[in-house]
């Protein structure tokens, strides 16, 4: 959801503003705070007039969790802020206030404010948008403000804020490595930075590989470094979250509840469910009633997140009866959250009286600076064709001759190149024949916002 403006003019000069911004993407990134707290001291400490904060990081999940939350909180009557990285179609999906997008217009006259404040000093992309954040929520009232890590969380410029009431952190993977570090314990020990001392902190699921690296330790040894010691409540322990037919089941401590499914697909939504759910006990301080929280639990959405596309031209390539579903899936958990989805489809297929399930095919675009490897095989047993492409408009992406090459050894069947996200769809339909199948387009969170730019 963004709030793009009518008038032409408004926009170029955003994207000019944009662009000024971008420019600043190859500063050297300051693994440190001191630049973006001058910044922010240049500009009145605006982080510090914010309403109660919920602080997110970790490495999957951020973005859904923080989605959940912000629509429990607006179930019980509470207006919340909410900021959110990358965007997918316009820079105003990032800043939400009060429940409502930034409109271009205002966004245009707070980079106009940043900018001329910081007079030429070095900075990057991500302090400038994050300072303007600040701006634009101090200066509105909200009951709440929910904050997504832009990187990491220790040096990330969203770690500014001394006092929030309670922070999250999501599944942690590899992502990031050059500036936080090559193992999932160092990359937890950058996530676990957004603690405070005294301030609850829940935990979310973690994938057998962080518990082998022993990333709950590192979570632990963070909290006892910070006097008072924050509490955590971390899954498997605190709380729980199963489903139940078409339920979940819930447990937070003693108590047990009872709360109707997402309409988010994939078993990892259920686990970024009861990390909201817990975050949103906690800073509520009293039991969860299900009469509040259930409708809107039916009607939450994130996009590109095993979303499924219903019209637009892109899916007009295919035949009727294929499904078309992207997913922003970039890192290695993501691809094995992505390949259980894909088992799930099987079984459903084979469930519901169908001889063979149906073929799957998969179209990826990535940036260089991720692993296809990591991402890709755990899809493998799963996958009747590969066509890989590139992100347009994207100068990091890898061009379908470079994935090609990192591609073919993995040992997928039926691999084909293609320039663009069109000519893979028509790749697929001329050499694959069948009465249903299911098309995923995945790889990036950049590739996601081709894609839906061409579906609207």
């Given at each position: 959801m963004h709030n793009k403006s009518n008038d032409p003019a408004v926009e170029a000069r955003l994207e000019e503003l944009l662009q000024i911004l971008y420019g600043f993407y190859h500063q050297e990134i300051d693994m440190s705070l001191q630049r973006v707290s001058r910044f922010l001291e240049k500009l009145g400490n605006p982080h510090?007039?914010?309403?109660?904060?919920?602080?997110?990081?970790?490495?999957?999940?951020?973005?859904?969790?923080?989605?959940?939350?912000?629509?429990?909180?607006?179930?019980?009557?509470?207006?919340?802020?909410?900021?959110?990285?990358p965007h997918l179609i316009h820079v105003t999906e990032r800043i939400v206030i009060a429940g409502n997008p930034i409109s271009s217009d205002a966004l245009v006259q707070l980079l106009e404010e940043c900018l001329a404040v910081n007079n030429d000093e070095p900075v990057t992309f991500f302090e400038i948008l994050t300072a303007a954040t600040y701006l634009a929520f101090s200066r509105s009232d909200a009951d709440y403000c929910l904050l997504e890590t832009?990187?990491?969380?220790?040096?990330?410029?969203?770690?500014?804020?001394?006092?929030?009431?309670?922070?999250?952190?999501?599944?942690?993977?590899?992502?990031?490595?050059r500036f936080l570090g090559n193992t999932l314990s160092k990359i937890a020990y950058e996530k676990a930075g957004i603690m405070k001392a005294g301030v609850p902190c829940i935990i979310g699921y973690q994938t057998k590989q962080a518990i082998d690296a022993s990333v709950p330790q590192v979570f632990h040894g963070k909290s006892s470094d910070l006097h008072p010691s924050p509490m955590l409540f971390q899954h498997g322990a605190e709380w729980q979250i199963t489903p139940d037919h078409d339920q979940i089941r819930f447990t937070f401590g003693e108590e047990v509840y009872h709360l109707p499914k997402t309409n988010l697909q994939g078993f990892h939504q259920i686990y970024n469910l009861g990390a909201a759910l817990s975050a949103y006990r906690v800073i509520t301080n009293a039991p969860i009633d299900p009469k509040t929280l259930s409708p809107t639990l039916s009607s939450?959405?994130?996009?590109?997140?095993?979303?499924?596309?219903?019209?637009?031209?892109?899916?007009?390539?295919?035949?009727?009866?294929?499904?078309?579903?992207?997913?922003?899936?970039?890192?290695?958990?993501?691809?094995?959250?992505?390949?259980?989805?894909?088992?799930?489809?099987?079984?459903?297929?084979?469930?519901?009286?169908m001889k063979e399930p149906a073929p799957l095919h998969l179209?990826?675009?990535?940036?260089?600076?991720?692993?296809p490897k990591a991402v890709l095989e755990p899809l493998l047993p799963y996958v009747d064709s590969i066509t890989v492409t590139q992100i347009m408009g994207e100068a990091t992406s890898f061009t379908p001759d470079q994935l090609y090459d990192l591609v073919e050894p993995l040992g997928f069947e039926n691999i084909y190149k293609a320039d663009t996200m069109e000519k893979a769809l028509e790749t697929i339909v001329n050499n694959h024949n069948s009465p249903n199948a299911r098309v995923i387009m995945t790889g990036s969170l950049y590739f996601m916002g081709n894609i839906l730019s061409k579906s609207l």
């Open positions: 510090l007039n914010l309403p109660p904060v919920v602080h997110v990081a970790g490495t999957n999940g951020k973005g859904s969790t923080i989605s959940m939350l912000k629509s429990m909180l607006e179930a019980s009557n509470a207006s919340v802020h909410m900021m959110t990285s832009g990187m990491g969380g220790r040096h990330d410029a969203t770690n500014v804020v001394p006092d929030p009431v309670c922070t999250i952190i999501t599944t942690i993977s590899k992502d990031h490595e939450i959405s994130w996009p590109a997140r095993l979303q499924t596309l219903e019209t637009g031209t892109l899916k007009d390539l295919l035949p009727d009866e294929w499904t078309l579903i992207i997913d922003g899936a970039h890192n290695d958990s993501a691809g094995a959250f992505l390949a259980q989805q894909m088992q799930a489809w099987r079984h459903e297929d084979i469930e519901s009286g179209i990826v675009a990535m940036v260089n600076r991720k692993d």
